[in-house]
C-alpha cells in the first residue's frame, strides 16, 4: 500500500521561503506600537471623562452630588435639575443665541462666498481685488479682544446697545475674513477649463457663480457654515459687553447667571451645559461627512 507524503500546507501566518535546503516557514512577526497605541486610549480617557462626568452629575441631585463618589454612576437618576433649568428662561437663552447663530453666519458666509469668487476670478487683473483680498487677509490678525471698546462706542452711537443685532453685526464682521481664505482656496481648486465651458456656453458670471462654483464648493461652504456657527453660539464677550436685560441674554451668558443663581448648585448648572452642547452635536453628526471633505478638499493642491 503506497503511503502519500504530500507536504502539510503551511499554517495561517507563516510564510514559507523555497532555497537549497529545501521549503522552510518562517513565522511572520506583527509589530505593534504600544507606546502610540498607549497614549491614544490615555488621550481618550483623558477627553472622555470630563464629559462623563458632566453627563452623570446632570442627573444627579443636590445632595447626592456631595454625598457620593464624583466619578460614581447616579444612584437615583432625577430630571429635576433640567426641569429647574428649562424654567429659568432657558428657552428664551436659547431662541436668542439660534437668532444671533442663523444672523450671524448665514449672511457671513453668503458674503464670503461671493467675495471669494470675486477674488479668484478677478484678482488677475483688478488692482482693487487684490487689495480687497489684502483686507481680508489683515482682518485674520486683528482679535476681537483689540477691538471691543471700539465696537462697543460704534454700536452706542447707532442705538444698538441691548439688543441682539448688536451681537449680530461684529459678529458677521469678524466671520468674514476666514471664510473668505477658506472658500478661495477652494474655489482656486476648480479647473479653470469648467468657468471657460461655462463662458462660451453664454452663462454671465452670476450664471456661473450659482449653477458651476457653489454646487462645487458646498463641503466648503458647510465646513465655514460650521465653524463659524459654532464660534457664534459659543461667543462670551460680545453678549456680556453689548446686551444688560436679562430678555436679551446669549446661552453662554445664560450659563453665566445660572451659575450666580444657583450658587454650588452643580448638578443644576451642568444640566444646562448638556443642554446647550446638544445642538452642537446634532449638527455635527449632521454634516460630519462634509465638514471633513471640506477642511481637507479646499487645501489638496
Known amino acids: 500500500m503506497a503511503i502519500s507524503t504530500r507536504p502539510a500546507p503551511p499554517r495561517s501566518g507563516a510564510i514559507t521561503v523555497t532555497g537549497e535546503g529545501g521549503p522552510r516557514r518562517r513565522s511572520s512577526v506583527l509589530r505593534w506600537n504600544w507606546i502610540g497605541g498607549s497614549f491614544g486610549w490615555l488621550w481618550l480617557v483623558v477627553v472622555m471623562l470630563p464629559i462623563y462626568w458632566i453627563v452623570i452629575t446632570s442627573f444627579k441631585t443636590r445632595a447626592n452630588y456631595y454625598a457620593q463618589n464624583p466619578l460614581a454612576p447616579p444612584t437615583s437618576p432625577t430630571l429635576e435639575n433640567y426641569r429647574q433649568v428649562i424654567e429659568a428662561d432657558f428657552t428664551r437663552y436659547f431662541a436668542n443665541s439660534l437668532i444671533v447663530t442663523a444672523g450671524a453666519t448665514l449672511p457671513a458666509v453668503l458674503i464670503s462666498f461671493m467675495a471669494a469668487y470675486a477674488i479668484v476670478r478677478g484678482s488677475a487683473g483688478s488692482r482693487f481685488l487684490r487689495t480687497v483680498n489684502g483686507v481680508f487677509l489683515m482682518g485674520l490678525a486683528i482679535p476681537l479682544q483689540a477691538v471691543v471698546i471700539p465696537i462697543y462706542l460704534i454700536i452706542i452711537r447707532l442705538q444698538m446697545y441691548d439688543t441682539l443685532l448688536a451681537i449680530i453685526l461684529p459678529s458677521i ?129
Open 173 to 301: 464682521a469678524f466671520a468674514i475674513p476666514l471664510s473668505v481664505l477658506v472658500l478661495a482656496n477652494f474655489i482656486r481648486d476648480v479647473p479653470k477649463e469648467l468657468f471657460e465651458s461655462m463662458r462660451l456656453d453664454g452663462a454671465t458670471e452670476w450664471g456661473t457663480l450659482w449653477r458651476l462654483a457653489f454646487p462645487l464648493t458646498r463641503p466648503a461652504l458647510v465646513t465655514v457654515t460650521i465653524y463659524q456657527g459654532l464660534g457664534v453660539w459659543n461667543g462670551f464677550i460680545l453678549p456680556l459687553i453689548l446686551t444688560q436685560d436679562p430678555a436679551q441674554r446669549t446661552l453662554p451668558l445664560g450659563l453665566w447667571s445660572f451659575q450666580g443663581q444657583y450658587g454650588v448648585n452643580v448638578p443644576a448648572v451642568l444640566a444646562s451645559v448638556v443642554l446647550t452642547t446638544l445642538p452642537i452635536l446634532i449638527c455635527y453628526a449632521v454634516g460630519r461627512r462634509q465638514l471633513l471633505s471640506g477642511l481637507t478638499a479646499g487645501f489638496g493642491k
